[in-house]
Nanobody, 128 residues
Framework: QVQLVESGGGLVQAGGSLRLSCAAS????????MGWFRQAPGNEREFVAA????????YYSDSVRGRFTISRDNAKGMVYLQMNSLKPEDTAVYYC?????????????????????WGQGTQVTVAS
């Protein structure tokens, strides 16, 4: 139904910034809750941020709040994650995900199984 492709990852020094992009194609993007997750080697897939259908509500993990900003442009089918003040512990593969508006709720929004559609991931590496 929805295809997601992430881009914008790379290598950055601690304290630097990156902006990740997620391009959505297919139908129903504007009716999807969008999220960012990340996974480092040996770790579980971890919630990073999520955003409501029209961007009115945003959610962040405690570890990124104040440093990362999620946004979306429904007309362009794009979701973004602006990452500032990056730390080595932010190093991971970052995934864009889409959840159905009737499936996502305030309890499950932070859990990966809630989301039915996933991108391929983009690597973010923060040097110490």
């Amino acid at each position: 139904q929805v295809q997601l492709v992430e881009s914008g990852g790379g290598l950055v020094q601690a304290g630097g910034s990156l902006r990740l992009s997620c391009a959505a194609s297919g139908r129903g993007f504007s009716n999807k809750i969008m999220g960012w997750f990340r996974q480092a080697p040996g770790n579980e897939r971890e919630f990073v941020a999520a955003i409501s259908l029209n961007g009115g509500n945003v959610y962040y993990s405690d570890s990124v709040r104040g440093r990362f900003t999620i946004s979306r442009d429904n007309a362009k089918g794009m979701v973004y994650l602006q990452m500032n003040s990056l730390k080595p512990e932010d190093t991971a593969v970052y995934y864009c995900a889409a959840g159905d508006r009737d499936t996502v709720n305030v309890v499950n929004i932070r859990y990966a199984p809630t989301y039915a559609y996933w991108g391929q991931g983009t690597q973010v590496t923060v040097a110490s």
